[in-house]
């Protein structure tokens, strides 16, 4: 069916890229949807009716954008994902290749190669601190006779 790596990572890549672009059409019609609905308005003698019915509407809200945003930012992460995938597809088929193609190397040549890279790296020393502080007692009894 699939021919080689490559295939397979592209048909991958473009199936995951269409599930988050669907989820992100899903989120914003939603948003549409949510945001074209009619506000009703309370009206009652007692204040705490009113402030009843107003949190009441503020919370149902607020979790219904909660919801869309969630639903968007992992619309957008299985996009990007789709998107790494596909653009690194190809990538993927250069460096499978290569190690086919590649000839093992001999422990010892690995050994060698592990010490020339000890060796060329420099010693890093810790520098000195800049700042001696000396506390106030200490001060006084050195100027003390």
Do not use: H
Not at 71 to 91: E, H
């Amino acid at each position: 069916m699939f021919k080689n790596l490559k295939d397979k990572s592209n048909r991958s890549g473009t199936v995951v890229l269409g599930i988050g672009i669907a989820l992100l059409i899903f989120t914003f019609a939603s948003a549409c949807i949510f945001l074209t609905e009619s506000l009703q308005i309370v009206a009652a003698q007692d204040f705490g009716q009113i402030f009843g019915g107003t949190l009441e509407s503020l919370i149902a809200a607020s979790i219904r954008v909660m919801y869309l945003g969630v639903m968007g930012w992992i619309g957008s992460l299985v996009t990007m994902r789709g998107v790494n995938i596909i653009a690194n597809a190809s990538k993927t088929e250069t460096g499978a290749m290569q190690k086919l193609q590649e000839p093992q190397q001999k422990p010892q040549l690995q050994q060698a190669n592990a010490k020339l890279k000890k060796e060329a790296q420099p010693e890093v020393t810790p520098a000195e601190p800049e700042l001696v502080a000396i506390p106030l007692e200490e001060l006084e009894q050195q100027q003390k006779p």
